[in-house]
Nanobody, 116 residues
Framework: VQLQASGGGLVQAGGSLRLTCAAS????????MAWFRQAPGKRRELVAA???????NYNDSVKGRFTISIDDAKGMAYLQMDSLKPEDTAVYYC???????????WGQGTQVTVSS
């Protein structure tokens, strides 16, 4: 299983970015897809997670600003990030629990930098 994350970049505070995660390989069934982030000197934290069927979970710091969505038939997950703040600056990682054994997989990170 491979996860490919994309969509990061540099944006001014108040701006928006959309991250995309593409999963390939033996990913059926997908149990959950999620985005984590890790800022310099901080622990990796959950940003948002979604299960097929639409059940979601958000970090309190992004509620109302970020929206996670999934196309489980295609193995794709998206993170729409609006009203970005400098404290959202981090490397964002895609994660999935997938396959017949329900194993966890990580993608490479994509850098998100929000300037003030």
């Amino acid at each position: 299983v491979q996860l490919q994350a994309s969509g990061g970049g540099l944006v001014q505070a108040g701006g928006s970015l959309r991250l995309t995660c593409a999963a390939s390989g033996d990913i059926s069934p997908i149990h959950v897809m999620a985005w984590f982030r890790q800022a310099p000197g901080k622990r990796r934290e959950l940003v948002a997670a979604i299960a097929p069927g639409g059940r979601t979970n958000y970090n309190d710091s992004v509620k109302g600003r970020f929206t996670i969505s999934i196309d489980d038939a295609k193995g794709m997950a998206y993170l729409q990030m609006d009203s970005l703040k400098p404290e959202d600056t981090a490397v964002y990682y895609c994660n999935t629990q997938a396959g017949p054994l329900g194993m966890y997989y990580w993608g490479q990170g994509t850098q998100v930098t929000v300037s003030s």
